[in-house]
């Protein structure tokens, strides 16, 4: 069992590795690892549609991160003070938001997005009688923004709601009870004890929505995000510049999630 | 396998069991030089001891001495770092807890949840390596349930029971194999405090009936008195003192069991007193004869049932054996009295209700103490 | 603790959030693949159950879709077992964490990438290059169902293991201390308590993978070319390639049913194998 746990660890990490490893060859092919060498990275960060998309994907996932982590610590709060009906159809639908296929998301917010762009532009058009209209709005940063918000609020509140079950209701009514009232205790006990888990939350959702695919790939018309553009090159063959792109890509979302799960840690360590 | 010589001496010279020679084969246990250490941390250090076959046999000490680390290591759920132990004479120190004759109660009963009370308690019979056959298991399995009163509770979820039947199932589940050795880790832990008497006299006679050896872990010193033919008492994982009952009551061999078993006045000597007498706070004691050659006296002391208070004048050792009452507490039949002593610090008394009848003490009384000679114990450790 | 009317407010944005990304996208999904496909793609105002009859010519799609997920999934949860079961009970401490911590964190790295790295490495000059210099003969593994079916593996392998470390932990060492007293050796033990104890977790495992691999549509692209084609690849195909909206949406309603249907069924096992009383 112990030799077959190390075997399914390399299984996880060797690919990985091998991809970093040839990150830094100096070899122009890739056939054979000839010495060390920053060449792929600096060709691959020298490409300007490369860079559009880190940039865009960067811009796209602390948008997501700030809106879900704002939204979920309000909804998990929330969720405290509502009927049990309410919680369970509000979490029921957070779950689905996670549960549901990146490809359904991302079709149905296509078509959703669709339709309601061309009713606000036809409204605009027939209210202002403004020709140019047909342009008002399309497909971009905001769009994959609003999509992974659903996922990445619905992580948010699971994480806070979480760390709130650890909340010993008797410190709310010892807060009371020493002349606060509900909105001072709210401010001044429950906010603080939920901020490593708020913090946590915005950072796996800057890491999920960082890396998200699927549903930019649907959404991100033009302007595509870093994962949608690593797709398209990927299907015009492997490259070493590919390589350095993904050991970037690997890089930031490991570097995120360690911090990340490290305030997780430090909530649960002082529970 | 070889029995050590002092095995089968101790066998041969216990008294009272006829068929003593042949269970000392079938279901004593011995410790000899047992060390286990956890990283390190030395969990239990040093252990020797027997098992008589067929007795009662409880561990005390305080929380973490290492009782449930002895238990499992009889189990077979810890391997000793050092040393070996042997169960009816063959050494099984290598063996799993699945190759051993030996059957345990967990402290949590660890009742299988998805399994009910039958399957339970069948559940060692119809293991693949002491596989019995249907009939037979149905057979045993039913006996058992009408001897543990759980008749009727055959296809119940052993979720739904109470602590007490729980219990009786983990017990049932155990015996059932008809084990050489009864492990028992604080049988009566999770039980409340009226329930646990009843089901110390059903174990006590349960015990008598089989005559298996039971080992039992207990951190209620009352439980291991009134129950077990020997007590092994522990501290930091070392043996203090093994005996009867009434050897650890009213003969302690260390400070410690004094104190651990029942309630005990202690008096700290300043020095160690080397000579033959002990002088306490202006008393002088002769140390006894059976004292004499364990080395320095370090500290004496009595059972609050030998302290007896008087109004009147003081005996032997003047105004130092006079004290405050600082607490009188009633317990029915008896009355517990805790005194200020100038020398001696605070002291514990006890005595009938009915003999005190003629005299009350109140609180801030000053009273006079006496104790006899022959109650004072002497300790060298 | 908190007054209802706060509560409400706090909640506002969370059901703006859930009207605008996931209850309006699906309604509108809905009424989409009710309609028709307007001449030039896209859609046109219908009502007709007329694609969801269409659906069933991509029934190829959905068979190979069902038939990997469901052999992926379950290659998954085996190799996942002896993994989850190490950490939980064969691990202490801090050590056992840390382990944990670092078979999940590929889950929270990027897909694209990681999918890559097999790209890399099944590919041209990866693995059959590694073979056939060795001497073993000429291989190729892109494109092929063996490929994808590393990559599934790959993909979703920590959240199974994640997921099963969670069923094993619940199972307290008491039971299995108990069952080795009581006669059974480690793998008599492991079926007849750990198994039964962990069904509903490995049910709930199992559908969730089942669920998550058959909307997968990155790995049989990259990996399988394009030539192993799953549900995801067709819906992809139908929206942006021939633009007809509505069969699209419909297979996409159509896998979401499959989807409900799995954890509906999935919800009925594990209260049928819960026979320890907890729930879940
Ligand atoms: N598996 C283990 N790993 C490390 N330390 C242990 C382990 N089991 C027990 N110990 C330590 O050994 C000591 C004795 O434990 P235990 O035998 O359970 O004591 P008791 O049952 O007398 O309370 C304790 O300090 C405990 O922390
Ligand atoms: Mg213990």
Redesign the interface.
């Known amino acids: 069992m112990r030799a077959f746990s190390l075997f399914i660890f390399l299984f996880l990490y060797l690919p990985v590795a091998v991809i970093v490893v040839f990150s830094f060859n100096a070899a122009p092919n890739m056939s054979a690892f000839t010495g060390l060498s920053l060449r792929w990275y600096a060709k691959a960060f020298s490409n300007p549609l490369a860079i559009a998309a880190l940039t865009n994907s960067i811009v796209i996932a602390l948008c997501s991160a700030v809106v879900s982590t704002a939204i979920g610590s309000a909804v998990a709060i929330g969720l405290m003070g509502t009927s049990r009906t309410t919680r369970i159809v509000v979490q029921s639908l957070m779950m689905l938001g996670l549960a549901v296929p990146g490809i359904v998301i991302g079709l149905a917010s296509l078509v959703f997005f669709s339709a309601a762009f061309s009713g606000a532009e036809q409204a605009v058009a027939m209210l202002a009688g403004w020709e140019q209209a047909a342009k008002l709005f399309s497909f971009g940063r905001p769009t994959v923004i609003a999509a992974h918000s659903l996922f990445c609020t619905a992580l948010v509140v699971e994480v806070i709601s979480l760390r709130l079950r650890q909340l010993n209701p008797s410190w709310l009514e010892a807060s009371n009870d020493l002349y606060a009232g509900r909105g001072e205790t709210l401010w001044r006990v429950v906010v603080p004890f939920i901020v490593p888990a708020m913090v946590a939350g915005g950072l796996l959702s800057f890491v999920l929505s960082f890396d998200e695919f699927i549903i930019a790939f649907f959404v991100s018309g033009t302007k595509p995000t870093l994962p949608v553009y690593m797709f398209a090159s990927v299907k015009r063959g492997a490259t070493p510049e590919l390589n350095a792109i993904a050991t970037s890509m690997l890089t930031i979302s490991i570097l995120v999630s360690v911090v990340a799960f490290s305030f997780l840690r430090r909530g649960q360590a002082r529970a | 396998m070889r029995l050590a010589p002092e095995a089968e001496g101790g066998g041969a010279n216990a008294p009272d069991d006829r068929t003593k020679g042949q269970r000392m084969n079938d279901g004593g246990g011995t410790f000899r030089g047992v060390t286990k250490k956890f990283g390190s941390f030395t969990a239990v250090n040093d252990l020797s001891f027997e098992i008589e076959a067929g007795s009662f046999v409880s561990i005390v000490g305080p929380s973490g001495c290492g009782k449930t680390t002895t238990l499992r290591l009889i ?3 810890e391997f000793p770092t050092v040393g070996s132990v042997f169960i009816g004479g063959s050494p099984v120190e290598r063996m ?3 190759e051993r004759p ?3 109660v ?1 402290q ?1 009963y ?5 399994l009910d009370v039958f399957d339970n308690i069948a ?2 019979l119809r ?4 596989r019995r056959p249907a009939a037979e298991v149905k057979a045993r399995v039913n006996e058992i349930i009408g001897k543990m009163q759980l008749s009727g509770k055959e296809h119940n ?1 052993v ?1 739904e029971l109470s602590g007490g039947q729980q219990q009786r199932v983990a017990l049932a ?2 015996i059932v ?1 008809n084990p050489k050795i009864l492990i028992l880790d604080e049988p009566m832990a999770a039980l409340d405090k009226k329930l646990r008497r009843d089901v110390q006299f059903e174990l006590q006679s349960l015990q008598r009936e089989l005559g298996i050896t039971f080992i039992m872990v207990t951190h209620d010193q009352h439980e291991a008195l009134s129950l077990s033919d020997r007590i092994i008492v522990m501290n930091r994982g070392r043996i203090e003192q093994i005996g009867s009952p009434d050897e650890l009551y009213n003969r302690p061999a260390s400070r410690f069991v004094a104190s651990f078993i029942g309630d005990f006045n202690l008096l700290e000597l300043e020095k160690p007193a080397a000579g033959g007498t002990v002088d306490v706070a202006g008393r002088v004691l002769a140390v006894p004869q059976e004292r004499a050659g364990e080395g320095a006296t370090i500290a004496v002391g009595f059972r609050p049932d030998a302290l007896k208070l008087s109004a009147a004048a003081p005996g032997a050792g003047g105004e130092a054996w006079r004290a405050t009452i600082t607490n009188v507490i009633y317990l029915g039949d008896k009355v517990e009295i805790k005194l200020d002593c100038p020398s001696s610090g605070t002291l514990l008394a006890r005595a009938d209700v009915a003999r005190l009848a003629e005299r009350r003490f109140r609180v801030g009384d000053t009273v006079h103490l006496t104790v006899e000679d022959s109650d004072f114990h002497h300790f060298t450790k | 603790m908190l007054q209802p009317r706060m509560a409400r407010l706090l909640l506002l944005p969370g059901y703006a959030l859930l009207a605008l990304t996931l209850i309006g996208p699906l309604i509108t999904t809905l009424v989409i693949s009710l309609g028709r496909r307007a001449p030039s793609g896209g859609y046109e105002t219908a009502l007709s159950i007329e694609n969801f009859a269409s659906v069933l010519s991509r029934s190829t799609a959905f068979l190979n879709t069902v038939q990997l997920s469901a052999f992926g999934a379950a290659i998954c949860i085996l190799a996942a077992i002896p993994v989850a079961f190490f950490i939980a009970k064969h691990l202490k401490g801090s050590v056992r964490y840390t382990v944990l911590f670092l078979v999940v964190l590929p889950f929270f790295t990027s897909f694209v990438a990681r999918t890559y790295a097999w790209y890399f490495a099944l590919g041209g000059r990866g693995l059959p290059a590694v073979l056939e210099w060795i001497g073993l003969g000429r291989f190729r593994f892109l494109n092929t169902d063996f490929a994808v079916a590393i990559g599934i593996i790959y993909a979703y392998l920590p959240i199974a293991i994640l997921m099963l470390f969670v069923a094993f932990d619940r199972i ?1 060492d ?2 299995l ?9 480690k793998v ?1 033990t492991f079926f007849s ?1 750990v198994i ?2 962990a069904m509903p977790g490995l049910i709930s495992t199992y559908s969730l993978l089942f669920i998550l691999l058959s909307g997968e549509y990155l790995i049989p692209m990259l990996l399988g070319g394009g030539k192993v084609y799953f549900i995801g690849n067709a819906i992809v195909d139908l929206f942006l390639q021939s633009r007809n909206w509505p069969l699209g949406s419909a297979v996409a309603i159509s896998l979401m049913s499959m989807m409900i249907v799995v954890a509906f069924l999935s919800q009925i096992f594990q209260r049928m194998a819960n ?4 729930i879940g």
Do not use: C, K, Q, T
């Not at chain 2, 293991?127 to 002491?130: G, I, K, T, V």
């Open positions: 189990a077979g759920f799993e807890a699945y030996i059957n345990m967990f949590s660890a009742l299988f949840p998805h559940y060692g293991s693949r390596r002491n979820r979720w589940r155990a194999n | 307290g008491d039971l201390e108990a069952s080795n007293d009581l006669g059974r050796g008599e308590v039964p104890l026979r320890d009383g907890r």
